[in-house]
C-alpha cells in the first residue's frame, strides 16, 4: 500500500482550497495563498489569504460567506478537520512591516 507524503497532501489541500474559492469567487481572484499553522489558541488551522483583483467589489458579504463555507465542506469531505480561516487581500492594500504571527498570552 501507498501512503500519501506530507507534502504531496498538503499540496492536495492547498489545491482543493484554491479550486473551491476560485469556484465560488470566479474571475475576481487574482491569486490563493494557504498556509498550515496553529490559530491562537493552539489548534493546527488553514490560513488562506484570498488576493482579489483590482476589479473585484468592495462588499463581498454573503458571496464570502458563502465561499468560506464551501471551502469548510469541501475539506470535511475528505476528511481534513482543520478549521480554514480566510481573509481577503487586495492589491492596494497596505500592510505593516511586521505582522503579528500569534497572540497567544503569555503565561
Request: glycine content about 6%.
Amino acid at each position: 500500500m501507498v501512503t500519501e507524503t506530507r507534502s504531496n497532501y498538503a499540496n492536495r489541500i492547498k489545491d482543493l482550497v484554491e479550486t473551491t474559492v476560485r469556484g465560488e469567487l470566479g474571475g475576481i481572484v487574482e491569486r490563493v495563498e494557504t498556509r498550515f499553522e496553529d490559530n491562537y489558541e493552539g489548534e493546527p488551522s488553514l490560513f488562506t489569504d484570498v488576493v482579489l483583483t483590482e476589479t473585484a467589489p468592495a462588499d463581498l458579504g454573503r458571496r464570502f460567506t458563502l465561499t468560506r463555507v464551501a471551502v469548510l465542506n469541501a475539506l470535511r469531505e475528505i476528511g481534513e478537520d482543520r478549521f480554514p480561516y480566510l481573509a481577503t487581500k487586495r492589491p492596494q492594500d497596505e500592510y505593516p512591516d511586521e505582522t503579528v504571527k500569534s497572540r497567544k498570552r503569555r503565561a
